[in-house]
């Protein structure tokens, strides 16, 4: 056995620095369309939850709104606290979305980035809900990879098969972050359609390039969920083998991704 047993949704904490560093932002484009859809004003409250280490929060502090992140992992949430506190517009909590109690202030809009999947499918609509001013809106994205061929492909495959074959069943490609979007329907908009809570949902999508080199790509691997789960020892040899095959091909390589994003008004 390969993989280590420890909850999934709490080792990013292991590798906080590393994912704050090296794990991709998201486009400007995806802010102000966020912002435009959802009508959101500046004197609104923006919920983040899971906010990691702020990497959604911090652009939207840019541009004047004051944030809440909900971050249940410490190391993240100190990272958070620590880059977006002077502004003197973002505060945090370290709860999950169903434990935190909650504030008699009312959002006008929540927003989860990249972290939509690690919230309980059954209880997640009617906690927004309840968060929510009447209109406010949920807006939830992902930056997913887009499958291409890649020269260290091949290699990198007979490597995940010796070393975690287990990845070979994953529905979503695990060599960069930013491919999961748990849900519990066929789409995101129907998922959200399907709770029954929200009004039409509004898509937006871009795709962009990101210039991509060995290095990023080994620790952009360390901050995996899937890949964190892996025996210490099993990782390491794999992400040495994995850098090698990189550096045989350049050391370098250009990884188009594509941000999804679905944002809908509450309705009741």
Not at 13 to 22: C, I, K, S, T
Not at 157 to 173: G, H, Q, R, S, V
Request: charged residues 20%; aromatic residues 10%.
């Amino acid at each position: 056995m390969s993989f280590e047993r420890k909850p999934q949704s709490l080792v990013f904490g292991e590798v906080a620095e590393v994912y704050h560093r090296y794990r991709p932002g998201y486009p400007d484009e995806l802010f102000e369309w966020i912002l435009t859809t959802c009508q959101t004003l500046t004197t609104d409250l923006i919920v983040d939850v899971g906010c990691g280490t702020g990497k959604a929060s911090a652009p939207l502090i840019a541009r004047g709104y004051e944030i809440l992140g909900l971050e249940p992992d410490p190391a993240m949430a100190s990272i958070a606290l620590r880059e977006l506190q002077e502004s003197g517009l973002f505060s945090i909590e370290e709860a999950t979305l169903d434990g935190w109690p909650g504030t008699p202030r009312k959002a006008g809009l929540v927003i989860a980035g990249q972290a939509w999947h690690w919230t309980n499918p059954a209880t997640r609509f009617q906690r927004v809900g309840s968060m929510l001013r009447s209109n406010g809106w949920l807006c939830v994205f992902w930056n997913r990879p887009e499958q291409r061929e890649l020269p260290f492909d091949a290699a990198t495959d007979l490597i995940y098969a010796e070393l975690a074959p287990e990845f070979t069943t994953k529905p979503y490609p695990v060599r960069l972050p930013g491919s999961k979007a748990a849900i519990s329907a066929e789409t995101p908009t129907e998922e959200i359609d399907l709770s029954g809570l929200f009004g039409p949902v509004e898509e937006f999508q871009m795709t962009w390039e990101l210039d991509v080199s060995t290095n990023d790509h080994i620790q952009n691997l360390r901050t995996q969920s899937d890949h964190r789960m892996l025996k210490p020892s099993v990782l390491d040899d794999l992400l040495m083998q994995v850098a090698k095959q990189i550096d045989l091909v350049g050391g370098s390589y250009r990884q188009p991704f594509t941000t999804h994003a679905y944002a809908a008004k509450l309705s009741i």
